[in-house]
């Protein structure tokens, strides 16, 4: 009875160990890598404000300043659109000023690996009305697992990618995050429709003269490694109307953004949570397995070394018993 139970708790260590072993496997190398890709389904609105800022409306040619704007950047997932490897999602942007003013608007729809982030030609993307611009580099946000390192990223008000370098790490509401900055421009981004007086764009010599508007932007944005989540965004935008000859003739808009504080905080909250459950799921789980199962390894080393010590002794008490030799003889 007491061999039997012998072989009932190795066979109980044993099965245990591969246990151990195999759900901390499936946490790393399956769990893990199925949760931290870019997910079909999303909403998700950011909203970049400045207290103060320079704007022309373009219909009267009035300057105004100090005018407090809001840009409201809402994105949504089309899941129907999307597979395995692919994700679609639409992005809406509009700079308005307090009162209700349209600044500035855009709109567009972009796929993307799911794995990389990386923007892929497929599922009827464009860019405000325009189904003909390539989109490339990261088309929304970094993925999980953010590296240190230079990123290219799509900018849909440039219409194009620009190269963003790894700055630093900081603290974001007690989150880790590293910090990141692309600036490009000026870049035209549309004609203004028709010629405009020539006065209203400092050339009083002039009747009418036609006008493109050029923009600039400095963005920087705080990325929490773990989710790839954005936790905070600064934008530096100037926008200018320029004539054919390149002569920079009238600001048309010029200020610095920034998420506000009530945000931020959302948005770190967010991206604790995915990171506590990255950090579960692909190192404390497997880890503890791994500790577990090596507690239950030794303790088989310890009962099958009993085993061997008492079979020895066994052996050893069985030569020792006087006249056994001569009884197995006879």
């Known amino acids: 009875m007491t061999d039997a139970l012998a ?11 591969a246990f151990l072993i195999t759900v901390g496997a499936l946490f790393h190398f399956y769990v893990y890598p199925r949760t931290t890709v870019l997910p079909l389904e999303q909403a998700r609105i950011q909203r970049l404000v400045s207290p103060s800022a320079t704007y022309l409306d373009t219909a009267t040619f009035r300057l105004h300043t100090g005018v407090p704007v809001q840009n409201t950047v809402a994105i949504y997932g089309d899941p129907q659109a999307g597979d395995d490897r692919t994700a679609v999602w639409v992005e809406f942007s509009a700079l308005d000023t307090r009162d209700g003013e349209r600044i500035d608007y855009h709109e567009r729809r972009t796929a993307f690996d799911r794995r990389t982030g990386l923007a892929v030609e497929c599922c009827g993307g464009y860019v405000d009305d325009d189904p003909g ?7 929304f946000r970094l993925p ?16 194009r990618e620009a190269p963003m ?14 910090r990141y900055t692309y600036s490009a421009g000026p870049v035209k981004t549309a004609d203004l429709p028709g010629p405009v007086p020539g006065a209203s764009v400092g050339m009083p010599g002039e009747r009418r003269v036609a006008v493109a508007r050029y923009t600039e932007i400095t963005r920087t944005i705080w990325v929490e490694p773990e989710s790839g989540l954005t936790v905070r965004t600064r934008e530096r935008r100037r926008d200018t109307l320029r004539t054919p000859d390149q002569v920079e003739r009238q600001v048309a808009f010029d200020a610095d953004l920034a998420t506000s504080e009530a945000e931020v905080r959302a948005f770190a909250d967010e991206a604790a949570r995915f990171r506590r459950w990255a950090l579960l799921t692909r190192e404390w789980i497997p880890a503890g397995c791994a500790v577990l199962a090596a507690v239950l390894a030794v303790v088989y080393g310890l009962r099958r070394k009993e085993r061997v010590v008492r079979r020895s002794a066994a ?7 006087p006249g056994h030799d001569l009884a197995n003889a006879g």
């Open 7 to 17: 072989r009932l708790s190795r066979t109980f260590l044993l099965t245990g160990i």
């Open 133 to 139: 611009v390539r989109q490339t580099g990261l088309a």
């Open 144 to 159: 999980a697992g953010a590296e240190p390192r230079s990123y290219t990223m799509f900018d849909p008000v440039l219409r």
């Open 165 to 178: 370098r790894f700055e630093r790490e900081e603290t974001v509401e007690g989150v880790p995050a590293y």
């Open 315 to 321: 052996a050893q008490h069985q030569q020792q018993v």
